[in-house]
């Protein structure tokens, strides 16, 4: 009988890894709290209308990733219904909005979720089926605010603090504005021409949105469509006044408060209810597939989904790629011990608890080896965990003079023992 495993694109996080987790979590939720949003759980799955409807039939998320499924019906009476496990969480954050009629307060709704998406895609690394986002929406009545630009703006201030909480450095923010409806049909002509004579070149999938949505050639990653990609025309060319004026105005607030951004005339996001601002938090740190979030305004998702006009932006991160970073930039500036004493002969090791334990005393941070260990091991556990090892033989012993090497130089020096607390509290390297 084979052993059962995980089902390929999920896995289980351990406690080891769930700390982190927590913390990042935790986070959010402090940071999410002092911006007075409050949290919304909404199912794990929805009817299948609502992605069809809300994130649209020609995406590759509702085309090809959905799982979906017909749910048997239990009596007579009962219809089969189409559901499937929400791939994003937008729509049905808007659903509820609609559903339990919270425009009729006349407020700005500021909800926030946290919890697991599914898509059936190629994993790969902080990728998976199943995969744990963080996100949140802003939504409300036009009187309330909803499509001011300082909505975008707040949301993406508020995003840039989250980031700098968590302790994730050198991100940058990616801007642009995909316009309103009739601004991305204008440009979807504008495209359809270009694309006419240059799209055969390019992938199946390209080809394939050419036809049923232009705009979406435009988050194609295959590296040989590359160059024709860019020689597109871009959005901001079918701009109408009325958006243009909007964007500056989000780009006027972010300078006003110190949020650096850059201008990515190609960044459309890619989903359908996308309108005028879209971004992206990007971090070098993860590669080519290099961002950590992203979100956009969605003036017309509401109607779309049968409800009252009730213009929103809102974002979502996925927590394992937040995870993936913060593990890389803590393993890069993780401290390490002062020492690793390295007792040569299993006959040493009472003789070096002593020496550790009178270095730990002098207020050093020191790491304790084997001796039944061979010295290269020693060295292999010595350079991933200490600035210097501390080798401690019957010679070293018996003279009192120990060896102390230095990773950073390479040097080997010989100590007494009586000047080596001093010895290592100097920085490596000196």
Same mark, same amino acid.
């Not at 923010?173 to 995909?178: A, D, G, I, K, R």
């Not at 705009?215 to 024709?228: E, G, S, T, W």
């Given at each position: 009988m084979s052993t059962l495993k995980a089902v390929?694109?999920?896995?289980?996080?351990?406690? #080891?890894?769930? @700390?982190?987790?927590?913390?990042?979590?935790a986070t959010a939720r402090a940071v999410f709290a002092r911006y007075n949003f409050g949290e919304i759980r909404t199912p794990v799955f929805e009817d299948t209308a609502l992605f069809a409807r809300g994130v649209g039939e020609e995406t590759d998320i509702v085309s090809k990733e959905m799982y979906t499924w017909?749910?048997?019906?239990?009596?007579? #009476?009962?219809?089969t219904q189409s559901l499937t496990l929400r791939p994003e969480n937008t729509a049905g954050v808007v659903r509820a909005y609609i559903e339990h009629q919270l425009g009729e307060t006349g407020q700005l709704q500021k909800l926030y979720y946290i919890g697991p998406q599914f898509r059936r895609e190629r994993p790969q690394k902080g990728r998976y089926r199943q995969f744990s986002q963080i996100g949140a929406e802003v939504i409300g009545p036009t009187s309330a605010g909803s499509e001011s630009p300082l909505r975008d703006a707040e949301v993406l201030e508020m995003l840039a603090t989250l980031l700098d909480e968590m302790g994730i450095t050198g991100w940058t923010?990616?801007?642009?504005?995909?316009g309103s409806a009739a601004d991305r049909a204008r440009y979807n002509e504008a495209l359809r021409a270009a694309l006419a004579p240059v799209v055969d070149k390019m992938c199946v999938d390209c080809q394939r949105r050419a036809v049923t949505n232009?705009?979406?050639?435009?988050?194609?990653?295959?590296?040989?469509?590359?160059? *024709? *990609?860019?020689?597109?025309?871009? *959005?901001?060319? #079918?701009l109408d006044e009325a958006s243009r004026v909007h964007f500056a105005a989000v780009t006027a607030a972010?300078?006003?408060?110190?949020? @650096?951004y850059t201008r990515n005339h190609r960044l459309v996001r890619g989903l359908d209810y996308y309108t005028r601002t879209t971004f992206e938090f990007t971090h070098g740190g993860l590669g080519a597939q290099n961002a950590l979030l992203g979100g956009g305004r969605y003036d017309g998702l509401s109607e779309m989904l049968g409800g009252p006009r009730a213009p929103g932006i809102g974002f979502a991160m996925g927590e394992d790629r937040l995870v993936l970073t913060l593990q890389a930039l803590e393993a890069a500036h993780a401290p390490k011990a002062d020492a690793f004493i390295a007792p040569l002969g299993e006959g040493l090791n009472p003789a070096a608890l002593?020496?550790?334990?009178?270095?730990?005393?002098?207020?050093?941070?020191?790491?304790?080896?084997?001796g039944g260990f061979r010295l290269?091991?020693?060295?292999?556990?010595?350079?991933?965990?200490?600035r210097r090892i501390v080798i401690m033989g019957e010679d070293e012993l018996q003279s009192g003079i120990l060896t102390v090497k230095d990773f950073a130089t390479g040097l080997q020096t010989k100590v007494p023992r009586a000047e080596l607390a001093v010895f290592l509290s100097k920085p490596a390297g000196e």
């Open positions: 390929r694109g999920t896995r289980d996080l351990l406690p #080891s890894e769930t @700390a982190l987790w927590n913390r990042i979590e017909e749910d048997r019906a239990r009596a007579q #009476s009962e219809k923010l990616e801007l642009n504005s995909v232009p705009l979406r050639v435009l988050d194609c990653k295959v590296a040989a469509d590359q160059p *024709i *990609i860019d020689t597109l025309p871009v *959005i901001s060319d #079918s972010l300078d006003a408060a110190g949020v @650096a002593a020496l550790a334990k009178e270095l730990r005393r002098a207020g050093l941070r020191v790491e304790l080896g084997e290269k091991k020693s060295f292999e556990a010595a350079d991933k965990t200490a």
